[in-house]
Nanobody, 125 residues
Framework: VQLQASGGGSVQPGGTLRLSCTAS????????VAWFRQTPGKEREFVAA????????LYSDSVKGRFTISRDNAKNTVSLEMNSLKAEDTAVYYC???????????????????WGQGTQVTVSS
């Protein structure tokens, strides 16, 4: 059972990156999937999530309108399209999958069962 996060890199402010989270060993379609991010010395912060249905998505206020989360269950993948990137978006981004995450607890780190290894996103001019 494994989650693999990819797509990070360095980009200038205003640029775009697309992160992917691919599962192996289990069906990601049965899980709520979220992206969190973390910077040195700070707690892991919720970014976005998509429920197993794919219909309900949630975003933090800091990324709403700029980031879009989507899932492709046929490819066992969840993507995070990040547009209009800002310096404050710089962080290590982690994807996570949870099988029993109630809607009101979607933003909570401890509710997720599986985690990817993290991918670095750097926004700098």
């Amino acid at each position: 059972v494994q989650l693999q996060a990819s797509g990070g890199g360095s980009v200038q402010p205003g640029g775009t990156l697309r992160l992917s989270c691919t599962a192996s060993g289990f069906s990601l379609g049965d899980y709520a999937v979220a992206w969190f991010r973390q910077t040195p010395g700070k707690e892991r912060e919720f970014v976005a999530a998509v429920r197993s249905s794919g219909v309900i998505t949630l975003y933090s206020d800091s990324v709403k309108g700029r980031f879009t989360i989507s899932r492709d269950n046929a490819k066992n993948t969840v993507s995070l399209e990040m547009n209009s990137l800002k310096a404050e978006d710089t962080a290590v981004y982690y994807c996570a999958a949870g099988g029993s995450v109630i809607l009101s607890e979607t933003r909570t780190v401890r509710n997720y069962d599986y985690w990817g290894q993290g991918t670095q996103v750097t926004v700098s001019s």
